[in-house]
Each structure stands twice: as C-alpha cells, then as structure tokens.
C-alpha cells in the first residue's frame, strides 16, 4: 500500500539559515510523482515543488531544492536562507502514475522560522 | 500557476441540514477534486472528477455527493449533515491525471452542529 511518512513533527530555526525536512514514501509502483505543498497559517495549501521519480536530478525552485534518495524512497525539502514567512505546515505528497489520481499525503512538518 | 476558488469560505449549518461547497478552477483544468483535512487524518480525498458529467470516488465518499457541471465548476453535496462532517474541505485541479501537479483552492471551513 502507499504511503507518506514525515517524522519531524515540527522544526524551529532562526532566520536564514537552512533547514531540511524529511519524508519518506512506499510504493510498490516504479514510476511515481512526489509533491511538496505548504499550508500557511490562513489554511492556503500551496504548491512548493515536484520531482519525478524517472528523474535523477534534484529539483530546484527558488530558494527550495529536493534531495531525493530513490533508494531510501526518501525526498527532503531543503529550504535555504529560510525568512519568517516561511513560518508553516509543509506536506510531503506522492502519486503513482499507474494509480487512481490523488494524491498521498504525509502528516506535515510545522516549520517556526524566528528573528 | 492556477486559479482555483471556493465558496463560502466559511459555512456553519445543523445537522441535518443540506450544504452545497462550489469550487471553480479558471485554468482549463480536466481534473478537479474534493479533498478534506482533519487533524490527525491529513487530506483525504473525497470524490474527483476528469470532466464535465464526470465523477469518481475517493477515499472517503459516504455522506458526500459531488457534480462537475461544466469544466470550471465542482460542487460538493451534504444533503444530511452530520457534526462528522465538520473540516476543512478543499477543491483541487489539475491538467490532466497522475503525471500533474494539483493546485488547491483557499478551503472552506465548514462547522456542523
């Protein structure tokens, strides 16, 4: 069966600094789809970045990046020089291209960026 | 990046009392979905749909009923609330299946008493 697993139930970090996030998934699917959402404080889920699994470069959007580990069936969330708004609830999601269309989600890492 | 909105944002109803949830995406989207958050369950999905006319089921269906009536609108019925039905409910869309990325809606707070 799929799932999504984030371990870091919360992580606290002062202000630029760089913070990682971890997840790990299981599936039993050799082609899928891995997806970082982050949910502010008003309930907004927002689309952060993706990596597909047939891809062996880490994805880079701005100032975050992934470090996916197929082996481990791992994909940190790297957040460089990290801001107060950055403050959130980031989701760790998955998809199996073989699969029915939604989307897998882990139980989310509160992230307290501070001054 | 995609538009998808909501409403109401927020709704309070009894129980027993019939709510509509609309959800409309401006993107040409095929895929839209109904997804509902609580806490100690993460987002679950309740039905989606990869057209006008179109419904699928989703993880947790029972008590729900959706209709996409064209490509831009889904809505999300509650014809007999119940307090177990009160979350956090969002729309999502995408263009076409698994291979893309979905994008929410702001979510609608939803309390049954």
Redesign the interface.
């Known amino acids: 069966a799929q799932k999504v697993t984030q371990t870091q139930t919360s992580i606290s970090v002062m202000e630029k600094t760089t913070v990682t996030m971890d997840c790990v998934y299981e599936t039993q699917d050799s082609s899928y789809?891995l997806?970082w959402?982050k949910q502010t404080a008003?309930?907004?889920?927002?689309?952060l970045i993706?990596q597909?699994s047939y891809k062996k470069e880490n994805a880079t959007v701005g100032h975050y990046s992934l470090n996916f580990q197929k082996p481990k069936s791992s994909i940190g969330l790297i957040i460089t020089a990290t801001q107060i708004e950055d403050s959130a609830v980031y989701?760790c999601a998955m998809?199996?291209?073989?699969?029915?269309?939604?989307?897998i989600?882990?139980?989310?890492t509160k992230l307290t960026v501070s001054s | 990046e995609a538009a998808v909105t909501q409403s109401p944002r927020n709704k309070v109803t009894v129980t027993g009392g019939n709510v509509t949830l609309s959800c409309r995406q401006t993107n040409s989207h095929n895929y839209m979905y109904w997804y509902r958050q609580d806490t100690g369950h993460g987002l679950r999905l309740i039905h989606y749909s990869y057209g006008a006319g179109n419904l699928q089921i989703g993880d947790v269906p029972d008590g729900y009923k959706a209709t996409r009536t064209t490509q831009e609108d889904f809505f999300l019925l509650l014809e007999l609330a119940s307090p177990s039905q009160t979350s956090l409910y969002f729309c999502a869309s995408s263009t076409r299946g698994n291979q893309d990325t979905q994008y929410f809606g702001p979510g609608t707070r939803l309390l049954v008493l």
């Open positions: 789809f997806f959402y008003s309930g907004e889920i927002v689309f993706r597909d989701f998809r199996e291209e073989g699969g029915s269309a939604k989307l989600f882990g139980e989310g």
